[in-house]
């Protein structure tokens, strides 16, 4: 297991922290596309429709409390006993906190204490989604996740922006649908790599369709060590594009609250439209989940291949291993056009 970052990266100062080489590689791929102004009238105006911010962002989502449905060693606990064990709050600073409880010695398969939240309002295309995040959970038995679904699954959708497992050292985006939706090779031009290809996903075959982003600077530990950064993606009916720009890359427009996707090049992943399938069908009424489990289906049948310690239900039982088991989310924006 990669050693535990330091206090200071525990505490995480919302001051940004300085890029490594793979950063810097991805702040190059991006800034030579960027453009502060668009030349002319833009194709697309996005207007801010929702801002979870520090004020508002537990009062927008819903804390989910049934049994994990990836079969996870946690206990997703509601908003009540979240708040009083620290697992979800806003610190002085402004930062929200998602966080698995690092503190109980448990037994073997004694489930641990975490977090699932679910945001009230459901969406739909023609819709840009800003996560800027400073540090994300990452360790041996961890499964954290940003991502979209809808109520129908798969029929509804499901878009996973931001998600790995154990001490994963790059992020991996996926969708998966209900339709027969495919994305052929060298159709779509990434920043990411294509490696499935068939988003249509079942009970026993959901794999989906994904781009591996092939830089750690985009998960778990080397995202922290950059104080992370900005996922952004459109959800428009021809096609869903997801970006990633490191702390030190993020686009004047996006700070400036006026977003412009036209001026981002190419995004790491995209889910198009095609003859036989369609994205403003295959993906409605979308909510947005935050959730961090343990184990189960795919961490845990990860783990033996993970050069973790031991088994995944043994690191369960030990809080110390869950130090950095936290998202901290600096701001979530949803605009529309």
């Not at 890359?249 to 977003?259: E, F, L, S, Y």
């Not at 036209?262 to 979308?286: K, T, V």
Request: proline share 4%; net charge negative.
């Amino acid at each position: 297991m990669r050693g535990f970052v330091s206090a200071a990266l525990l505490s995480l100062p919302i001051a940004a922290l300085a890029g490594n080489a793979h950063e810097g590689s991805l702040r190059r791929r991006h800034i030579e596309h960027a453009r502060t102004t668009a030349i002319g009238r833009r194709a697309t105006q996005y207007k801010l429709v929702d801002d979870y911010n520090k004020d508002t962002f537990f009062d927008m989502f819903d804390f989910f409390t049934a049994p994990d449905p990836t079969h996870g060693l946690v206990n997703f606990v509601d908003q009540k006993t979240a708040d009083k064990e620290n697992l979800a709050y806003v610190q002085d600073d402004g930062t929200i906190v998602l966080a698995v409880d690092d503190k109980a010695k448990l037994q073997l398969n004694q489930p641990r204490n975490s977090v699932r939240i679910q945001s009230k309002k459901a969406y739909n295309a023609g819709t840009l989604f800003i996560a800027d995040i400073y540090a994300m959970p990452h360790g041996c038995s961890t499964w954290p996740a940003y991502w979209m679904v809808g109520d129908n699954w798969p029929n509804n959708g499901e878009l996973d922006i931001l998600e790995g497992v154990n001490e994963q050292s790059d992020n991996q985006i996926t969708a998966h649908t209900g339709a027969v939706c495919n994305i052929v090779k060298d159709t779509v031009q990434t920043a990411g790599r294509l490696v499935g290809q068939t988003c249509q996903s079942k009970d026993g075959a959901n794999a989906g369709c994904n781009f591996a982003m092939d830089s750690n600077a985009t998960y778990g530990h080397g995202f922290n060590m950059n104080a992370g950064g900005v996922y952004a993606h459109t959800w428009e009916t021809d096609a869903i594009k997801v970006y990633f720009f490191p702390r030190q890359a993020i686009p004047q427009d996006i700070k400036d609250g006026n977003p412009d996707p036209e001026s981002w090049g190419q995004p790491y992943a995209s889910f198009p439209s095609s003859n036989e399938c369609s994205i403003g069908d295959a993906f409605q009424d979308n909510k947005i989940v935050f959730d961090i489990t343990l184990c189960g289906d795919w961490a845990g049948a990860a783990y033996g291949q993970s050069g973790c310690p031991g088994t995944c239900a043994q690191t369960v039982t030990d809080p110390k291993n869950f130090r950095v088991a936290k998202f901290k989310i600096k701001s979530l924006k949803v605009f529309g056009h």
